[in-house]
């Protein structure tokens, strides 16, 4: 592949396995003698457990066992934890139910796993665990947010009077209220954020082998960190000390956010796979996916927006319901609380902000970070009301928002965030540039001729990333410390293996990484592999979420690489008896300054093994670890301009042009950068056109298949127009910001915005389908839409 | 109940007894031990297990082994020359069009399966319509569309050459 550095449009070496065939995901796996698990699951919302009748499953061929919740408590298998402590506004702290990986008494969602069937074939397994016979006594059951925290409504846990798990809040109120009562104009809108199923295309899956001689597991699994799956583990559900665990996540078919989380079935093929004797195999089936993987979004919200006489925002009052489902899932309080409400300032000079967050159990799938977690939610908020606000003072939305952008930085909001680097106004001018906006009302006007509905909508996102430095994640709650590590190893020959915590599940982390080191040492990318995924290999790391791979991960290997420099320097120096500041790396050798001395990259490693000849003191050997705990989080913040027409005789919504202009300040890899934007995007208008998780009164997912649940497809969405704004981050070496979820964040409101300024009706609820879409467009119907 | 199943797999004739219930996907993938081939959902909506049974695109998870019996199959790990990639997965590496590559082996299968049909006249509508049966959920589906159109013009090319 060659020298190829940062800003290379690098080809990815990882994809030769993948489109060959020869990727190797957990489910790929095989052992000896392994078994297969079939979980036996609830078809209840809401039901007390009475008795478990294994007889006639145990007597089918293959069955090896059927294990259930009262054996798993029996073994000490500890109860599923939230890594995220959060506290009321009146100081204490959140309410949070048992959780069983295997329920023994009272199962809270459709699908929650009662009991467990091995057998020697899935086949098997799967028949004998539908003869599992589970006597229920059916409880009433609720699921809307709303419902939940009405007086007499069913209760669903017992450490959470009114289902409510916490009442938070954020902002100065007294502040908020007062610029309220000065304000000149006040707009108010109601929104809802329609929860979503993640859907990475490979199912999860965990492969659980357990060594009788050396009491040690090996879990195969579809994780985004293996790492904190073993901590996890060990720490808290009793399985095995991190010594003796070894998880491996091999290639990942994609995670968005629902392959952090430690599940139930994990937990379950490690302990039964010590039970049985034998390896356990779990594969998840796409009905199964949809039920217990970790649901995205559900919010409702009641907002506010408060604007002086000359249209500047002079307040934001905002009170939101968050739907956790019926567990508390791992990392689910700080979604919609420190990964929400900190975002509530926009891009905008806001000065008073104040946000409530009630979190409220219900009969539904558990809900946690889904692509963005949390920041979709605010840029949806924001981003509506914004444009409702111009709309409704006369402006141009475009206008309207510069009118109110930060200009300065750093800047502070009154809801923690300090935004350190940023140009709005940079990405809003490109964005409506490439769009050509001045040009739109001739192209309304063309379009109504050929009797269409055109729209544009804007969207000026911003978001955090890293999630970190550690210290300030920990004050606020968080169980983990969230910095990275990386230890770089340049082997005797050369070669270079780096050894990193975060996690590659479609990022491309094997090329990108693999340009960082091309471009500090002038070696070849094919002369640098990229080490990740096994926690006997890399020995800790935090993983891959948040989009905090390039701007922590890289950092972390960054200052590995410092340390193998200023080594491989102090060799070079001694070998050419030259002084260590004057040798330079370039092109893959060590040069003195100003002579023709130099000695190639693999001389010098070679040094430092045979240690022949080493400076004083100096211990033999070229390997150096780091680990990276962020300053600041990074703002990637960008504008996004959707254009739309719509067919008012069927609701249907066609996107006509979209273009995304983001600053994710410096760039490795363009080509990664854009796919991930492309894919961001799309997950995006997902849920603004089609995607919708839609449980009926009694709790039962309707949508849970691709028969039921609108993924996009191909020719749902457009081909898209990409640009990119540079303002460089201060808080890393690198001046990252991030780019995996930016998509997903900042289109779901330029779409929404397009087709309401289309229709000319701002009640509009996502999914915006056709059904609904032609409803807010007849006059006198327009409230159905909602 | 169980049968034997024949059939040529990758230019290679494999033969084994396997359940009558036995999916053509489970088939490659268990039996063969040919993993290439991805299962991602159980309602054929998602064509990560796209294979060419007798020279056309099927879904592997809609079709029992047994129905195969006979058949030339060829899955995504049959479709290079030796190192040679074929135009197809060529393209997809050089326009990004694969993340996480879970989707990738239906994609290409399907790919390639739609240029043989279409030739040269593939534009991005016919492109974006065709792969309605294939989900992806990393890519957008922006670089998969360029990836094909890129492969249709480029044996488009190498046909009219070797005319």
Known sequence: MGVQG?????????????????????????????TYAAFVRSPHAHAKIKGIDASAALAMPGVEA?????????????NLICGWMIHSKDGSPMNMGAWRALEPETVRFVGQAVAVVIADTQGQARDAADAVVVDYEELPAVVDMSAAMAPGAPQLHPE?????????????EAATNAAFDSAAHVTRLDITNNRLVPNPMEPRAALADYDTAEEHYTLYTTSQNPHVARLVLSAFYNVAPEHKLR?????????????????????????????????????????EAFLTDAHGRDHKTEAELALDANNKITGFRVKTVANLGAYMSLFSSSVPTYLYATLLSGQYDI?????????????????????GAGRPEATFLVERIIETAAREVGMSPAEFRRKNFIQAFPHQTPVIMCYDAGDYNATLDAALKAIDYDGFPARKSEAASRGKLRGLGLSCYIEACGIAPSAAVGSLGAGVGLWESAEVRVNPVGTIEVLTGSHSHGQGHETTFAQLI????????????????DTDKVQFGMGTYGSRSGAVGMSAIVKALDKVEAKAKKIAAHLMEASEGDIQIEGGELKVAGTDKKLSFTEVALAAYTAHNLPEGMEPGLKEGAFYDPSNFTFPAGTYACEVEVDPDTGKTEIVNFVAADDFGKV???????????????????????????????GQLVTASYMDYAMPRADDVPSYNLLTTETICPGNPLGMKGCGEAGAIGSPPAVINAITDAIGNNHLSMPATAEKVWLAAQPGLSQAAE | MMSKVTMRL??????????????????????????????????????ACVVHVDGKAVKSCTMLAAQADGSDVLTVEGLANGDELHPVQAAFRENHGLQCGFCTPGMIMTAVDMIERHGAKLDEKTIRHELEGNICRCTGYHNIVKAIKAASDQMAGMKTATE
Request: charged letters at 25%; one cysteine or more; a negative charge.
């Open chain 1, 351 to 371: 000065p008073n902000i104040h946000c409530n967050v009630k979190t409220v159990y219900t009969n539904t799938t558990p809900v946690d970070a889904y692509r």
């Open chain 2, 10 to 47: 990758n230019g290679k004739t494999v033969s084994a007894d396997v359940e009558d219930r036995t999916l053509l996907v489970h088939f490659i993938r268990e039996t063969q031990g040919l993993t290439g081939t991805h299962v991602g959902c159980d309602t054929s909506q998602c064509g």
């Open chain 1, 160 to 172: 959470a009077p009114g289902n409510v798990i916490y009442d938070w809040e954020i902002g100065d």
């Open chain 1, 6 to 34: 940062i800003g290379a449009r690098a080809l990815r070496k990882e994809d030769k396995r993948f489109i060959t065939g020869k990727g190797r995901y957990t489910d790929d796996m095989v052992l000896p003698r392994m």
């Open chain 1, 518 to 533: 091309s471009e500090r040492f002038g070696v070849d990318t094919d002369a640098v592999s990229i080490v990740h995924g």
């Open chain 1, 668 to 698: 490795i890899n363009p080509m990664i950068v854009e796919g991930q934007v492309h894919g961001g995007l799309t997950q995006g208008i997902g849920q603004a056109l089609l995607e919708n998780a839609a449980y009926d009164e009694n």
């Open chain 1, 66 to 78: 059927v294990l259930t919740g009262e054996q798993l408590v029996g073994d000490g298998i500890g």
């Open chain 1, 247 to 287: 998880v491996i996540a091999p290639d990942v078919g994609g995670g968005f956010g629902s392959k952090i989380f430690i599940y139930p079935e994990e937990i379950v093929a490690l302990w039964a796979s010590k039970r049985v004797g034998r390896p356990v195999k779990w594969v998840s089936d796409r009905t």
